[in-house]
């Protein structure tokens, strides 16, 4: 079955390391976005990507970027974690261009940044 | 930019009763309004979607409605039971590019 995956589920850092989430699905979608969820901020987004070498900056993006090489993956990179980037991370995909298809979302992976 | 405001934070309600839960965004131009539920250690998953042409939308025990006019939709959920009890999500779509959610909602469902 077609599925997204995250990794790692839980992650560990030290402020100022770099820091790599993976995302990967097999369903071929065109669209991957990248979420943190925070109590009492809800979803906010990070960044997306409507294809490959398409990638774009949502609400919260300063602090991340991402690159997409391939259908199949889209990581988040933390280039210098801080504290204010201990959070749960969501991916999620969807099937084709612009927002109107349903999201698919990983399982999420938890990062705490000490 | 797009601004979608979720009431209430937390819901608590008896088994087989309703449960409403209301979205007011700011940007007109949105045109598409899904529900998402996450339930414990989950990621969120579409339960329901509204687009703009449509006034109401219904699916056995919920249902979303859409006031254009006044910029507002809402998730109704009838005779709940304790598996809906989850958090959920409104959220809306400014200019066809990407999901603006709301804070979210946690529904608690007791017996």
């Known amino acids: 079955d077609a599925e997204i995956t995250q990794s790692p589920r839980h992650k560990i850092t030290e402020t100022g390391r770099q820091v790599t989430l993976a995302c990967h699905q097999t369903w071929n979608h065109n669209n991957m976005f990248w979420y943190r969820q925070d109590l009492g901020h809800g979803l906010r987004l990070i960044h997306y990507s409507y294809g490959v070498q398409d990638t774009n900056k949502g609400e919260v993006s300063d602090g991340y970027s991402v690159s997409r090489s391939n259908t199949e993956d889209l990581p988040l990179t933390l280039e210098s974690a801080a504290s204010s980037q201990t959070s749960v991370y969501f991916c999620?995909?969807?099937?084709?261009?612009?927002?109107?298809?349903?999201?698919?979302f990983g399982p999420g992976t938890r990062l705490t940044v000490l | 930019g797009e601004n979608v405001e979720q009431h209430p934070s937390t819901l608590s309600v008896q088994e087989g009763d309703s449960a409403v839960i209301k979205c007011t965004y700011s940007d007109s131009a949105s045109n598409y309004f899904p529900w998402y539920k996450q339930e414990l250690g989950k990621g969120p998953q579409l339960i329901i979607d509204?687009?703009?042409?449509?006034g109401e939308k219904k699916d056995q025990r919920i249902a979303v409605t859409l006031n254009k006019t006044a910029k507002h939709f809402s998730l109704h959920i009838t005779e709940t039971q304790p598996e809906d009890s989850a958090v959920y999500f409104c959220?809306?779509?400014?200019?066809?590019?990407?999901?603006?959610f709301g804070k979210g909602t946690t529904l608690s469902v007791s017996s």
């Open positions: 999620a995909s969807s099937e084709t261009s612009g927002g109107y298809n349903e999201q698919f």
């Open positions: 959220a809306g779509l400014p200019g066809g590019t990407a999901l603006i």
């Open positions: 509204i687009r703009s042409n449509v």
